[in-house]
């Protein structure tokens, strides 16, 4: 099992960046994949970003590419989500997810309902 909190969120102007972490428990968490998804007020939650266990391949939702970069450390059992060009609509609480690795299509990655274990979440608030 795995238990998961995030950190890093706050109040940044549009332009700027944020980064926030998600420490995970347990002793395999280098075989997790992981998953960032968020939850804006009254809408709901949506995918973010992803990376498989091996770190070698990361999903993007359209909204996010090219600005947010999702990456892990093994060593460190944290995964981080790189926020740049932030703009009011990021604004939400973001959520670090996790599911025991398998061989899954790439698609599943995309899903809430893909991951067994969610964090707490950190909300990120973004000015105009």
């Known amino acids: 099992q795995v238990q998961l909190v995030e950190s890093g969120g706050g109040l940044v102007q549009a332009g700027g960046s944020l980064r926030l972490s998600c420490a995970a428990s347990?002793?395999?968490?280098?075989?997790?994949?992981m998953g960032w998804f968020r939850q804006a007020p009254g809408k709901e939650r949506e995918f973010v970003a992803a990376i498989r266990w091996s770190a070698d391949i990361t999903y993007y939702a359209d909204s996010v590419k090219g600005r947010f970069t999702i990456s892990r450390d093994n060593a460190k059992n944290t995964v981080f989500l790189q926020m740049s060009s932030l703009k009011p609509e990021d604004t939400a609480v973001y959520y670090c997810?996790?599911?025991?690795?398998?061989?899954?299509?790439?698609?599943?990655?995309?899903?809430?309902?893909?991951?067994?274990?969610w964090g707490p979440g950190t909300l990120v608030t973004v000015s105009s």
């Open positions: 997810a996790a599911r025991p690795s398998g061989y899954y299509s790439g698609s599943f990655y995309y899903t809430a309902s893909f991951y067994n274990y």
């Open positions: 347990g002793r395999t968490f280098s075989w997790y994949a």
